[in-house]
């Protein structure tokens, strides 16, 4: 509920608004499992702890849905990364 207040008094003042959306989609959406895979590729002794901290970043059960992502921007601006 917080973020539609702020979002409305943003838009007031002349932003665009963009979000909130979960964490997970945000990070899914800048391809955080693309760039897990290099880095546990590149640093396979650490694989696995590379996995797990994904996981709980992008957990439907967890910080994936309890987080939001949330943008203000001029209105000319595209949406940035992560929001379109």
Request: hydrophobic content about 45%; cysteine-free; proline content about 11%.
């Amino acid at each position: 509920m917080q973020f539609a207040r702020l979002a409305r008094s943003a838009q007031r003042a002349g932003f665009a608004v963009d979000g909130p959306v979960p964490q997970a989609a945000f990070l899914g959406r800048l391809g955080i499992t693309e760039r897990a895979q290099r880095l546990m590729s590149a640093n396979p002794q650490r694989a696995g702890a590379i996995e797990a901290g994904i996981a709980r970043l992008i957990s439907p059960t967890g910080m994936g849905q309890v987080f939001k992502a949330f943008a203000l921007r001029t209105p000319t601006l595209p949406p940035p990364p992560g929001f379109g």
